[in-house]
């Protein structure tokens, strides 16, 4: 994983989302507080209005994928 994040790091965003909040499913995370939770990781160094649509949706498509990885190996 990348030290500094920033928006353009969408897998490693993804990562670092999955590890913070493991349980939450990242399907019922809106958009406005996906980009509060990226902005608010230590790692993430970005201006947090730099961003749109299109990237917080594939940041969290991303995210999304780690937490379904996730769930199966622990199943």
């Known amino acids: 994983m990348a030290e500094d994040l920033r928006w353009a790091d969408t897998e490693d965003l993804a990562l670092a989302l999955a590890e913070k909040f493991p349980e939450l ?17 230590p790692t993430f160094v970005d201006d947090p209005n730099a961003t749109d649509e299109s990237q917080l949706q594939a940041i969290q498509d991303a995210w999304y994928a780690e937490y379904e990885d996730r769930r199966r190996k622990s199943a």
């Open 25 to 41: 499913d990242p399907r019922e995370v809106r958009l406005r507080d996906l980009c509060v939770y990226v902005s608010q990781l």
